[in-house]
Nanobody, 121 residues
Framework: QVQLVESGGGLVQAGGSLRLSCAAS????????MGWSRQAPGKERDFVAA????????YYADSVKGRFTISRDNAKNTVYLQMNSLKPEDTAVYYC??????????????WGQGTQVTVSS
């Protein structure tokens, strides 16, 4: 059974940094694009970033471009999201995703349980 487990969330002051990790298990994900999305209270889940199977291509939402960096280590079946210059509006539950269905809408087939990121002003 496919499992994605996020970690690294927490409380940070505005301007600070956090690094999220997503450990994948159940099968290899080295041939799968992976990504991150987030959902703030009362809002829909939004795309944050995605990375191709070999890490050669990355994609970002405009709201995080230049501040967040997605990367992956296929040997460890892990994807990361380095978040710098955090803002209060980055507060959300962050979800790891795998098995890309539609790159136009960044729809994925597998999701983790999420990790809370809270940025205080």
């Amino acid at each position: 059974q496919v499992q994605l487990v996020e970690s690294g969330g927490g409380l940070v002051q505005a301007g600070g940094s956090l690094r999220l990790s997503c450990a994948a298990s159940g099968r290899t994900f080295s041939n799968s694009a992976m990504g991150w999305s987030r959902q703030a209270p009362g809002k829909e889940r939004d795309f944050v970033a995605a990375i191709s199977w070999n890490g050669g291509n990355t994609y970002y939402a405009d709201s995080v471009k230049g501040r967040f960096t997605i990367s992956r280590d296929n040997a460890k079946n892990t994807v990361y999201l380095q978040m710098n210059s955090l803002k209060p509006e980055d507060t959300a539950v962050y979800y790891c995703a795998a098995d890309l269905i539609d790159s136009r809408t960044w729809s994925f087939g597998s999701w983790g349980q999420g990790t809370q990121v809270t940025v205080s002003s």
